[in-house]
């Protein structure tokens, strides 16, 4: 039976949830036509905390304040009793507020309102109520009276000055000073516990003072209490001496004890210890011992936890903050020095005050709806749940038929409209309660829009679009929505609906451009709304702006072209490091670009281009940076000063975003070019201090220049002088030589040494010299000069040479051995037997006997032929009669050379001298030949001197150099297609032709003209000349085309066309032309014959003419019947037609033109009608 009476309820409970239907809950929207019009019980928006202290000297103010509809009443309980406020003159409400007001301007003690206050705040739909607020005043009693014996403890023994502070509200917060109010030093050793005492694991005879005094600081009356002082005297073994303390031997010599740990807190081995959840945990430990004990932590059976754990007080004290129920368990410290170590044990409970699972909330129904209000709480121990209905118990309130209670649930079942009232839960333990109001309102409404009506909605195209439709109503009303007022109702597919109304498009395009209207319906009624959305075309950047980099003083310029949508307004602005940027005259901005003109450092920075329109934008962003040559260096020093060398250091200058690949350091000395500054040497960038290698004997200064890729700094302040000593030279004299001016002396020269090179005072040169191949004494000479001249020489012959270079300080090395000449004179001999053999057109061979070397009397150089072209053998050629000169360079016992670059057919003369450096010898035989005839030169111009339709004129000139007798000229010529030629055809013309006209079969192609003349020998060089295109012609003959026929067979087609037209327009008069009777009367004449496009007349009948039924007979529409009709100067007729067929009858009276007129006006205006009457 049992059994079955557990599967009957089981089944009714399961059949009650499926029959149960829970409604959405109402969302009430801020708005404050629904809030003004809307009926809701009162909701407690602010009160005083739960453990409120308050300052005595303050009047005392207890919050509470709610809101509702109607206005809220007020009202209070103290300690459990209705507090009547009227009765305490003290006591005063805030208006339209609950906020109680003590006030003791005119007596009464704060304390007699210390207790236990509850805020209750109803109107005539529910009572809400406040936590149970209570009230404490803060106390800050002084410390009790009490006579302090010395303390006395012998060197090395543990002690615990106790503080004791007195109880105040809130606690004091405690320290340890000196009656100086100097703070109490405290470390490893001494330290203060969480109760306020000073502990010192060892004594030591320095801590000996009379003045350890606790101080309480009350936080609420600001206000510090000192306790009486505490003397301690430290008894040692021997006497202490304050200048025998170090650190490292703090009792100065003196043997003193040692012990092992023990704890002076807390005692024992094991404690245990209580924390409320999500309150900090603090665990001390604090042990004596000497030396003094080391404090570790850990925990049983896990790990400490590392994220929320803290050591503090030199890791006697463990806080752990957010305390959770993982963090129960058993804590050890233990205590260590190097004569053992004590532990102690510390089990952590961890309870909880309630804490909320499941908080109700408020509730609005519509009637005949259901809902629930869930209260769910949890703590340690679990705290017990209790509902209230507007502040009495719910099971001391009136039954509501609509209402069942659950444990931590109310269920409402079609709730009516006198059903709203304010719920309280109360979840309460022995740590703690938490109270929650939450309301049921029933409301109906019928539906409203809360948007603004008529929306503009412009979105981008591509985006996630949403039309916003807010609505309220209650019951909640249906929403749809609608496009352009037709279809049915748009959800699913791209477009979707949400719960609060909004209507989201996921891709907008163009084509969903239109009026939505949304409807919102229920059984009360039906409000709509419209939004217009149009899709615009996106802003973007197309062409973004670039990092660079420039130069200072330079010009810049960030690009940035923008795409928009052109209907909608646009502004492309520039922000520099997101700050505005002034435009003016070295900043410029156009459409499409800013340009920055004499950069400076201030112009670096991050710029952003931003085109924004009133729906969209879009940003690029590019950093410009400075580059400029850098600043000089700085704080020039000399140091390891050495005979020929001293170290150089500097301070690099700012580099300006440019490195410096290298330093260059120069000098300036004060003896031979003072004021000039002059390069020593260069170093690399990544260097500030070198060795400056250096020369004897100069006083230098030193600067430096740093260089980058933009240029070089500024030069440096100079350093301070460095005098270098005088040395021997160390350089040879460069360029020595000797050579002979005269034919009997030799001058021996040689360039001088620098001025950095002399090394001393007083340079001067020794000079050597001697005939070659002699063993004869050196002869020499000393001279500060740079020349020597040695007179009375053979002519030219060798000698030996050196020098060296003295100052005063002594000689420099030696040079080697220089070969040198005495002079020159003329050659004695001429060269003999010169002729020439095998001769052709342009060169020969020649010969002729060498002269003895003895005769040169020089350095022999050349044999020089002079030669010279006498005459052509070509008659009347004019020519240049111009010496040549060519030299040979030969030794041979029979030497022969060729002589080229001979003019064909001409008669030459020659003849040869030998020479030395200076002098010519004397001639040899002279010797005449001729050349033989050769090819000639290529005509002197060739060009296209006129061209006609079919033909084309060519022209040329003679060879200026016919190189023979010339036998005519040959002319090549092939059509020219591109890379392509056609079959070459040939000409060939007297010596005295110069021209030619060559007739064209095609005058659209092109050809390549070569031209060459011709002698016996053979063809010359050949010319080139292309013949242009046709239509490009640049120099075509102006052809008479009167007299072309082809232009006359055109113009009597023209004329005859001519006479043809004139003879129909005559016709079609005498046969009566029809008039536009609806034409303006303003119109011009000349349109008054209706002609087809071609120019013909029109031969269709009137009816051809008519517009179609109901169109316009002009784009404007209001083209009216001319009045300038024949019925206007004639009599009326009956519409006959003539037998011709003319409009005779056309013409009608008056009254008839009047009415068409009106009917034509009346013509309706549409596209169509228009593009017919154009037709």
């Known amino acids: 039976?049992?059994?079955?009476?557990?599967?009957?309820?089981?089944?009714?409970?399961?059949?009650?949830?499926?029959?149960?239907?829970?409604?959405?809950?109402?969302?009430?929207?801020?708005?404050?036509?629904?809030?003004?019009?809307?009926?809701?019980?009162?909701t407690i928006t602010k009160q005083s905390v739960k453990d409120y202290i308050v300052d005595p000297r303050d009047n005392i103010i207890i919050e509470c304040e709610a809101k509702g509809n109607p206005v809220p009443t007020f009202s209070w309980r103290r300690n459990g009793k209705f507090f009547n406020i009227g009765k305490d003159l003290r006591v005063t409400m805030q208006k339209r507020s609950g906020t109680l007001e003590i006030g003791f301007r005119n007596g009464g003690r704060p304390e007699d309102y210390e207790g236990e206050y509850q805020c209750f705040a109803g109107n005539d739909h529910g009572m809400a109520m406040s936590n149970k607020i209570l009230l404490r005043v803060s106390k800050a009693p002084l410390w009790p009276k009490e006579v302090l014996e010395p303390v006395v403890?012998?060197?090395?023994?543990?002690?615990?000055?106790?503080?004791?502070?007195?109880?105040?509200?809130?606690?004091?917060?405690?320290?340890?000073?000196?009656?100086?109010?100097?703070?109490?030093?405290?470390?490893?050793?001494?330290?203060?516990?969480?109760?306020?005492?000073?502990?010192?694991?060892?004594?030591?005879?320095?801590?000996?003072?009379?003045?350890?005094?606790?101080?309480?600081?009350?936080?609420?009356?600001?206000?510090?209490?000192?306790?009486?002082?505490?003397?301690?005297?430290?008894?040692?073994?021997?006497?202490?001496?304050?200048?025998?303390?170090?650190?490292s031997d703090p009792y100065g010599g003196r043997k003193v004890a040692e012990s092992t740990p023990t704890f002076l807190s807390p005692l024992g081995s094991e404690s245990s210890k209580m924390v409320l959840r999500d309150e900090q945990l603090l665990l001390e430990c604090i042990a004596a011992g000497l030396p003094t004990p080391a404090i570790k932590w850990f925990k049983k059976g896990g790990d400490l936890p590392g994220h929320k754990v803290k050591f503090e007080n030199y890791n006697k004290t463990m806080k752990i903050i957010n305390v959770s129920e993982e963090d129960a368990g058993e804590y050890v410290c233990m205590a260590n020095n190097h004569l053992g170590s004590i532990r102690h044990s510390i089990f952590v409970q961890v309870r909880a005050a309630p804490y909320w699972l499941d908080k109700p909330t408020n509730l609005v129904l519509a009637p005949e709806e259901n809902g629930r209000l869930v209260c769910r709480a949890n703590g340690n121990p679990k705290p017990t749940?209790?509902?209230?209905?507007?502040?009495?118990?719910?099971?001391?309130?009136?039954?509501?038929?609509?209402?069942?209670?659950?444990?931590?649930?109310?269920?409402?079942?079609?709730?009516?409209?006198?059903?709203s009232a304010v719920y309280q839960c109360n979840a309460s333990n022995q740590h703690g309660y938490l109270l929650a109001n939450a309301f049921v309102s029933v409301i109906d409404m019928r539906p409203r829009m809360l948007g603004p009506k008529n929306q503009l909605i412009k979105v981008i195209e591509n985006n996630r679009t949403f039309l916003d439709c807010p609505f309220f109503g209650s019951p909640i009303p249906e929403l749809r929505w609608f496009k352009n007022g037709q279809g049915s109702g748009l959800d699913g597919g791209q477009y979707r609906v949400y719960v609060n109304g909004t209507l989201e498009i996921k891709r907008a395009k163009a084509v969903d451009e239109g009026t939505y209207t949304c409807v919102a319906s229920s059984i009360l009624g039906m409000a709509e709304n419209q939004v217009r959305l149009e899709v615009k075309e996106p802003s973007r950047i197309v062409f973004a702006p670039e990092h660079q980099s420039a130069v200072r003083g330079s010009t810049a310029r960030f690009n940035c072209k923008v795409k928009f949508d052109p209907s909608l307004p646009v502004t492309v602005t520039w922000i520099k490091d997101d700050k505005p940027i002034y435009l003016g005259r070295r900043l410029r901005k156009d459409d499409e670009s800013l340009t920055i003109t004499n950069i400076n450092e201030a112009d670096e920075g991050t710029y952003t281009c931003t085109v924004k329109t009133e729906i969209d934008q879009d940003s690029a962003s590019a950093r410009l940076t400075v580059l400029d040559r850098p600043d000089p260096p700085m704080d020039l020093e000399l140091s390891d000063p050495a005979a020929r060398s001293v170290r150089l250091t500097w301070i690099p200058g700012n580099d300006h975003r440019s490195p410096v690949t290298e330093f260059l350091v120069q000098f300036e000395e004060d003896r031979w070019e003072p004021g000039r500054w002059q390069d020593l040497a260069t170093y690399p960038g990544d260097l500030n201090s070198v060795i400056l290698q250096l020369a004897p004997f100069v006083n230098y200064q030193f600067r430096v220049i740093a260089i980058n890729a933009v240029g070089q700094s500024a030069a440096s302040v100079p350093s301070p002088k460095y005098q270098t000593s005088s040395a021997a030279p160390d350089v040879i004299p460069r360029g020595l030589r000797g050579w002979g001016s005269e034919k009997d002396n030799m001058e021996i020269t040689w360039e001088p040494l620098l001025d950095l090179e002399k090394n001393g005072p007083n340079l001067h040169y020794s000079v050597w010299w001697r005939r070659k191949d002699s063993d004869g004494e050196w002869n020499n000479v000393t001279t500060t000069g740079t020349k020597h001249v040695v007179h009375n020489t053979e002519t030219y012959v060798p000698y030996e040479i050196k020098i060296q270079a003295r100052n005063e300080l002594g000689a420099g090395p030696e040079s080697n051995l220089v070969i040198g000449y005495s002079g020159e004179d003329k050659p004695t001999s001429a060269p003999t037997d010169l002729h020439i053999l095998k001769v052709d057109s342009t060169k020969g061979n020649i010969h002729w006997k060498p002269v003895n070397q003895d005769s040169v009397r020089g350095e022999f150089k050349e044999y020089r032929l002079y030669y010279w072209r006498k005459a052509?053998?070509?008659?009347?050629?004019?020519?240049?009669?111009?010496?040549?000169?060519?030299?040979?360079?030969?030794?041979?016992?029979q030497p022969s050379a060729i002589l080229s670059d001979l003019v064909p057919f001409s008669r030459y003369k020659m003849y040869m001298v030998v020479a030395n450096n200076h002098y010519e010898g004397p001639p040899s035989n002279s010797v005449e030949f001729s050349t033989k005839e050769g090819v000639p030169d290529a005509p002197s111009f060739f060009r296209i001197k006129r061209r006609g339709f079919d033909s084309i004129h060519l022209e040329w000139g003679k060879p200026l150099e016919p190189n023979g007798l010339l036998i005519g000229y040959q002319l090549k010529y092939q059509a020219a297609n591109g890379s392509r030629e056609g079959r070459p055809h040939l000409e060939t013309f007297l010596p005295n032709v110069t021209e030619f006209t060559l007739r064209l079969p095609d005058r659209s192609t092109r050809y390549n003209f070569y031209l060459s003349a011709l002698t016996a020998v053979g063809a010359g060089e050949v010319i080139l000349e292309e013949s242009p295109f046709f239509a490009n012609e640049a120099y075509i003959d102006q052809v008479d085309i009167a007299t072309q026929g082809w232009f006359i067979g055109l113009m009597c087609a023209i004329a005859l066309i001519i006479l043809i037209l004139l003879i129909v327009c005559f016709i079609k008069r005498s046969r009566g032309g029809k008039y536009p009777v609806r034409d303006k009367k303003d119109l011009p004449l000349d349109s008054v014959d209706h002609k087809d496009p071609d120019g013909s007349f029109d031969y269709h009948s009137d009816e051809d003419n008519k517009p179609l039924q109901g169109s316009q007979?002009?784009?404007?529409?209001?083209?009216?019947?001319?009045?300038?009709?024949?019925?206007?100067?004639?009599?009326?007729?009956d519409g006959q037609f003539n037998e011709d067929g003319s409009f005779i009858g056309q013409y009608t009276v008056k009254k008839d033109k009047d009415e068409t007129e009106g009917n034509e006006s009346s013509e309706a205006t549409s596209p169509v009608n228009a593009i017919y009457s154009l037709a």
């Open 153 to 247: 403890v012998t060197e090395g023994s543990s002690l615990v000055l106790p503080c004791n502070p007195p109880p105040g509200l809130p606690p004091p917060f405690t320290f340890w000073m000196s009656s100086l109010m100097i703070p109490i030093r405290q470390d490893k050793r001494v330290s203060m516990g969480l109760n306020g005492d000073l502990y010192f694991s060892n004594v030591m005879a320095q801590d000996a003072q009379n003045d350890y005094s606790c101080n309480a600081r009350f936080l609420f009356t600001h206000t510090i209490q000192q306790k009486n002082p505490f003397t301690l005297k430290v008894l040692t073994n021997d006497p202490y001496n304050d200048t025998s303390y170090n650190d």
């Open 872 to 893: 052509s053998h070509v008659p009347g050629l004019v020519f240049s009669k111009e010496n040549k000169t060519k030299g040979f360079y030969t030794t041979m016992a």
């Open 1113 to 1133: 007979t002009s784009l404007e529409g209001n083209v009216k019947e001319s009045d300038d009709s024949l019925v206007d100067y004639g009599e009326g007729g």
């Open 1 to 42: 039976m049992l059994r079955q009476g557990g599967h009957l309820a089981l089944a009714l409970m399961s059949l009650q949830l499926l029959l149960w239907h829970e409604s959405v809950t109402i969302e009430v929207p801020q708005d404050p036509k629904i809030l003004a019009d809307l009926r809701q019980p009162p």
């Open 385 to 419: 749940i209790q509902w209230l209905v507007n502040s009495i118990p719910i099971d001391s309130s009136l039954p509501d038929p609509s209402r069942q209670l659950m444990g931590d649930t109310i269920i409402f079942r079609s709730v009516q409209m006198g059903s």
